[in-house]
């Protein structure tokens, strides 16, 4: 394990792939094609990578059984923003030094046009995640990670070019796109339950809606190994929902 991790640029290149496909279905699809999209984005953008990639793995906020932590990883890693390894060891850097110059998706000190689009590339030090080279099954996950999405890639063009399309490639595009606006958009306009001069992140309906919770930014940063976004009775926490009743 280097150093240092970042996101490998191979991920741009599926992404990218991705992107294109999501154009497609935008042009071309149907509604049956968008009800799988749909179906894959809340299968690994909710119980993959919020409920295990950001408040399992990232945080430890909830008691989740290995099997979970397992099947969950597995469900983020098709999402294509990089293993949990390494999302995790970018993530805890975010918190330890938010909205700073050594933060690695800081819009502030990166602008938002590169947060958003090129904001899972941030660069973070292994003693980040010395709990997770600690564990066999993550440690085999980051190093088999692009070979499981040749093998995932292959597999649907052989079943299926469509549900190569609407199963996989548009949404990986969606997750990359509305999961990065969180970084973006929450950290620069929304509102805040208190004031807290450690961070800038602030609350944003649209983004909670849109991403199972993650909207509520700034009683996130300000409560970050609660595995509820929620405080006020109205601010709905999709995820936050979906651990209570699995935990």
Not at 8 to 32: D, E
Request: with cysteine; proline share 4%.
């Amino acid at each position: 394990m280097k150093k240092y991790l970042t996101t490998s640029w191979k991920v741009l290149y599926i992404q990218l792939l991705a992107h294109a496909g999501l154009v497609y279905q935008i042009m071309y699809g149907t509604m049956w094609s968008w009800l799988i999209t749909l179906f894959v984005f809340v299968l690994c953008g909710c119980f993959g990578l919020v409920m295990t990639y950001h408040r399992l793995l990232a945080h430890n906020s909830w008691p989740a059984s290995p099997r979970y932590r397992k099947i969950g990883s597995l469900l983020g890693a098709y999402a294509g923003i990089g293993s949990p390894m390494v999302w995790t060891a970018v993530h805890r850097a975010h918190h330890k030094y938010v909205d700073t110059a050594k933060d690695p998706h800081g819009p502030e000190h990166l602008g938002l046009a590169k947060v958003q689009f090129l904001g899972m590339f941030g660069q973070a030090g292994g003693e980040h995640i010395v709990d997770m080279l600690k564990d066999k099954f993550q440690t085999k996950l980051n190093r088999n990670y692009f070979k499981m999405h040749l093998a995932i890639g292959i597999t649907w063009l052989l079943i299926s070019p469509t549900l190569f399309v609407c199963a996989y490639l548009a949404p990986m595009a969606l997750l990359w796109e509305i999961g990065g606006s969180v970084n973006t958009i929450n950290h620069w306009f929304g509102y805040r339950n208190r004031d807290n001069p450690k961070h800038h992140a602030y609350n944003n309906p649209i983004t909670a809606l849109l991403f199972f919770g993650e909207g509520w930014h700034a009683n996130h940063h300000d409560n970050p190994i609660s595995y509820t976004t929620k405080e006020k009775w109205w601010e709905f926490d999709f995820a936050g929902l979906m651990i209570k009743l699995v935990k």
